[in-house]
């Protein structure tokens, strides 16, 4: 009787105890789901951090788009070219119409007379620059015996006269003397023994020797003018459609034509463009630039880029031209493009 009243005493606890529990069990998996996934749970409130930081990125990528937009808008053509770029005489001569005319900052020689100087002619080696202007009677080198030029009716206008007496030996003193013999290559190679008159104008203009005061440390050589070889190359590379071309050469010099036209001793219709390094169209100073080579039409004239659009032959000893000397750079040179349209030898 007390046993068996023992144990449903036992029973009744057990039972009580496992209620008690399952109601507890019950308390904290109420409390524990509202606290994570009540108003503000865990899970709520890490929803809530988490919007509150895609929120602030949505913002800072709002605002770096509109930056990005603005920058854009108001970069223009111009603002985008004062980006500087490293190039070497290759990459200038593959794009002959944006460089060709250039101002070239930063190339200094012992010689004064030239105050600009522009690119003129890149090949796969070298880049050529072209004193943008004539330059004066005194800072034109004497021959390489001393004599002097002559002086026209102004400061600028200059011509061989006696200073030819300096070259007798005319085209070999060229080939023997020049660093530029290349320029003058076809002809050479055919008139090594040629003494003519023009000639030996053309050896002045070529004596590197005597022009080295406008060769700087930057450049191979320096000589008085581009000769009619390095002109038509250049000219072909900014006027593709219509260029200029050179040989049909005799004992007296070069002629010339258009490009599948008739060969002569001057040819018209050379553009004015490209900053004026091909024609210069003011004559205050000159009429026109003489061109390192001799003419065909006899052996006293040398070609000249005359300022009427023209490639003349004209006497040496004749009145009214100038010299607009030509820079050989070094081979390793690198020009870096400038904000105002300019480049700068940077090596």
């Given at each position: 009787?007390?046993?068996?009243?023992?144990?449903?005493?036992?029973?009744?606890?057990?039972?009580?105890?496992?209620?008690?529990?399952?109601?507890?069990?019950?308390?904290?998996?109420?409390?524990?789901?509202?606290?994570?996934?009540?108003?503000?749970?865990?899970?709520?409130?890490?929803?809530?951090?988490?919007?509150?930081?895609?929120?602030?990125?949505?913002?800072?990528?709002?605002?770096?788009?509109?930056?990005?937009?603005?920058?854009?808008?108001?970069?223009?053509?111009?603002?985008?070219?004062?980006?500087?770029?490293?190039?070497?005489?290759?990459?200038?001569?593959?794009?002959?119409?944006?460089?060709?005319?250039?101002?070239?900052?930063?190339?200094?020689?012992?010689?004064?007379?030239?105050?600009?100087?522009?690119?003129?002619?890149?090949?796969?080696?070298?880049?050529?620059?072209?004193?943008?202007?004539?330059?004066?009677?005194?800072?034109?080198?004497?021959?390489?015996?001393?004599?002097?030029?002559?002086?026209?009716?102004?400061?600028?206008?200059?011509?061989?006269?006696?200073?030819?007496?300096?070259?007798?030996?005319?085209?070999?003193?060229?080939?023997?003397?020049?660093?530029?013999?290349?320029?003058?290559?076809?002809?050479?190679?055919?008139?090594?023994?040629?003494?003519?008159?023009?000639?030996?104008?053309?050896?002045?203009?070529?004596?590197t020797n005597i022009w080295s005061t406008y060769a700087g440390e930057d450049a191979e050589y320096a000589i008085g003018?581009?000769?009619?070889?390095?002109?038509?190359?250049?000219?072909?590379?900014?006027?593709?459609?219509?260029?200029?071309?050179?040989?049909?050469?005799?004992?007296?010099?070069?002629?010339?034509?258009?490009?599948?036209?008739?060969?002569?001793?001057?040819?018209?219709?050379?553009?004015?463009?490209?900053?004026?390094?091909?024609?210069?169209?003011?004559?205050?100073?000159?009429?026109?630039?003489?061109?390192?080579?001799?003419?065909?039409?006899?052996?006293?004239?040398?070609?000249?880029?005359?300022?009427?659009?023209?490639?003349?032959?004209?006497?040496?000893?004749?009145?009214?031209?100038?010299?607009?000397?030509?820079?050989?750079?070094?081979?390793?040179t690198i020009l870096q493009s400038q904000s105002d349209g300019s480049l700068k030898i940077i090596e």
């Open positions: 009787m007390n046993v068996k009243t023992k144990k449903n005493s036992e029973k009744g606890v057990t039972l009580l105890t496992l209620g008690i529990t399952i109601i507890i069990l019950i308390i904290l998996s109420s409390v524990t789901i509202n606290m994570t996934l009540g108003d503000n749970g865990l899970v709520s409130q890490a929803q809530k951090k988490n919007s509150i930081a895609i929120n602030k990125i949505n913002k800072e990528d709002q605002l770096m788009n509109s930056l990005t937009e603005e920058y854009s808008q108001t970069m223009s053509e111009d603002s985008i070219s004062k980006i500087t770029v490293p190039m070497s005489s290759k990459e200038i001569s593959k794009d002959a119409g944006k460089y060709y005319g250039a101002e070239v900052k930063g190339y200094e020689c012992e010689n004064n007379g030239v105050q600009k100087w522009r690119i003129f002619y890149a090949d796969n080696s070298n880049i050529y620059l072209i004193a943008d202007d004539y330059i004066s009677y005194d800072k034109a080198p004497n021959g390489k015996n001393g004599t002097p030029v002559t002086k026209g009716d102004s400061d600028y206008q200059i011509s061989f006269n006696n200073v030819i007496n300096d070259y007798s030996g005319g085209a070999k003193y060229i080939k023997e003397n020049s660093k530029g013999i290349k320029w003058l290559n076809q002809y050479l190679e055919k008139y090594e023994e040629n003494t003519n008159e023009n000639i030996k104008a053309t050896a002045y203009m070529m004596d003018g581009p000769t009619l070889e390095m002109y038509c190359e250049s000219y072909k590379d900014t006027h593709q459609s219509k260029y200029l071309e050179c040989g049909n050469i005799n004992s007296n010099g070069y002629q010339i034509r258009w490009y599948g036209g008739s060969w002569d001793y001057g040819q018209n219709g050379v553009a004015n463009d490209y900053n004026e390094i091909y024609i210069k169209p003011n004559t205050s100073k000159a009429a026109a630039m003489w061109i390192a080579s001799p003419s065909d039409y006899n052996n006293t004239n040398l070609m000249g880029g005359y300022y009427s659009n023209s490639i003349e032959s004209y006497y040496y000893n004749g009145k009214g031209y100038g010299f607009r000397p030509i820079v050989c750079l070094k081979s390793e």
